[in-house]
């Protein structure tokens, strides 16, 4: 059964902070995904990754950088945090062996910024 | 370019009522669609997608490559279907990546 974890459920940060949200699977996926989850707006990519040391920018990756080192674990990095970057992350995996293509995703990381 | 539109940000029924979400793309190639739902305080979740061709929960959903479309339905809606529903598209020519709708809300009366 694939779980895929992320670090936090809910996160406060102030202005100007650096936020650091991880993500975490366990099924040997080559593929990962960050995402914001706004109301109206759906599910918005920000970055991904298709391997280690590997990073795409997703369509809204202004403010935002990612780490991965290790196969299992991806990183989202709010650089300096913004009111605006108030939202839900929420974090997904998918293997493309099989040709399945199910992305699993994490249960999210509610973050404020104040 | 490629985009996928649900038309519905609210879709409201009441119980034992036939429900359609719809779902409609565009993309010049040979996508794959995918309808994914995320019920309350649980994570977002597949539901079905296209190239199986199968019924989850009573609901099926045809690919109209036609139409472009790839709508979700279900005959006789519950109250435990009420939840967010996004549709999403992968390209051909892309390894993993989804390309999401804006999702419509779900709300079955009793």
């Known amino acids: 059964d694939v779980k895929v974890t992320q670090s936090s459920r809910y996160l406060v940060k102030r202005t100007g902070e650096k936020v650091f949200l991880e993500c975490v699977q366990d099924?040997?996926?080559?593929?990962m995904f960050w995402y914001r989850q706004d109301p109206g707006l759906g599910l918005r990519l920000i970055y991904f990754s298709y391997d280690v040391k590997m990073k795409e920018k997703g369509d809204i990756p202004e403010g935002y950088s990612v780490s991965r080192e290790k196969k299992e674990r991806f990183s989202l990095i709010l650089e300096s945090a913004s009111t605006n970057q108030t939202s839900m992350y929420l974090c997904?995996?998918?293997?493309?062996?099989?040709?399945?293509?199910?992305?699993?995703f994490g249960p999210g990381t509610r973050l404020t910024v104040l | 370019a490629q985009r996928v539109t649900q038309p519905e940000k609210l879709l409201s029924v009441f119980k034992g009522a036939p429900v359609e979400l719809k779902c409609n793309y565009s993309y010049s190639g040979s996508p794959e669609l995918f309808w994914y739902v995320q019920y309350s305080r649980q994570r977002l979740q597949l539901l079905l997608r296209?190239?199986s061709r199968e019924s989850i929960k009573g609901f099926t959903a045809d690919l109209n490559k036609g139409e472009t479309s790839f709508h979700l339905k279900k005959p006789f809606a519950q109250e435990e279907d009420s939840a967010m529903y996004y549709c999403?598209?992968?390209?051909?020519?892309?390894?993993?990546?989804?390309?999401f709708g804006r999702g419509t809300q779900l709300t079955v009366w009793p």
């Open positions: 997904a995996s998918v293997s493309t062996w099989g040709g399945l293509n199910e992305q699993f």
């Open positions: 099924m040997d996926h080559e593929n």
């Open positions: 296209h190239i």
């Open positions: 999403a598209l992968k390209r051909s020519s892309t390894l993993g990546r989804l390309y």
